[in-house]
């Protein structure tokens, strides 16, 4: 029989340490140890293996935790404790958790966290289509020219946006639904047509939805929802491309 093995990066992911992108820059670092010998991108864990990081030992995780949170304009999404007004201080959790994608300092919303390195990365696949929904606010009077073209495709960033579905709230409010996470995209995408961004809100990531979270609150996700997510993430790709940060 074959002995059953685990890439290290997905060994990493799933002990709760961090996501399986950030757990590849490790390795690189020379961080990474697999009985006291340094791991390659690749390298196989097999049962038994101590696998350590800065020569902290590191287990499986057998229960993993998965959060929504209601982000506050004014914070930084990174784990990076150093950085002013950081989320991972903000929220303070008992455990140590990750956010799965981002959003920007000046935007608010909903913020998934986990210490399951797996799932970020099906989540944060472009390629798979799954929905991120936010209610935007911008400077001026939203005309029919300005909602044909945001939902038809924009040039950013050296690509056109995916087509999306927008919808128009009130004279300067409207509903956005993407399936790709480039950097700042809502904002880029209004400057391109001359508007300024007021407010923008992220009210559901796929199958979870903020709700009536209050602002700067963190949830556990229900049963229910964790069911459903797991079945949209059922035929997720497993590969990152250069956009993937869900912003």
């Keep these: 029989m074959e002995e059953k093995t685990t890439r290290i990066n997905k060994f990493i992911s799933e002990s709760g340490f961090t996501s399986r992108r950030e757990a590849d820059r490790l390795i690189e670092a020379g961080r990474v140890a697999i009985n006291g010998v340094a791991a390659e991108k690749g390298s196989k864990v097999r049962e038994g293996d101590l696998v350590t990081v800065d020569g902290q030992p590191l287990k499986k995780k057998e229960k993993h935790v998965y959060l929504a ?6 914070l930084e999404t990174t784990t990076d404790e150093s950085v002013k007004d950081n989320v991972i201080s903000y929220i303070s959790y008992p455990e140590r958790i990750f956010p799965i994608g981002r959003l920007d300092k000046d935007s608010q919303g909903l913020l998934l966290f986990t210490d399951d ?9 472009s390629v798979n289509n799954h929905e991120k929904e936010y209610i935007v606010t911008v400077n001026q009077l939203i005309t029919t020219d300005f909602l044909n073209g945001m939902a038809g495709g924009v040039p950013i960033l050296d690509t056109v946006t995916k087509p999306c579905t927008v919808e128009q709230l009130s004279t300067r409010q409207f509903r956005i639904i993407l399936t790709q996470g480039l950097n700042r995209q809502i904002r880029r995408m ?10 923008l809100r992220r009210i559901r990531i796929m199958n979870i939805k903020l709700g009536d979270l209050r602002e700067g609150a963190i949830r556990h996700l229900s049963p229910l929802e964790m069911k459903e997510l797991d079945n949209l993430l059922q035929n997720s790709i497993k590969h990152f491309t250069a956009e993937d940060t869900m912003e």
């Design 69 to 74: 949170f209601n982000k506050p304009r004014g």
């Design 117 to 125: 390195g797996d799932i970020v990365n099906r989540i944060l696949r």
């Design 190 to 199: 209004c400057e391109y047509f001359g508007y300024k961004v007021v407010s």
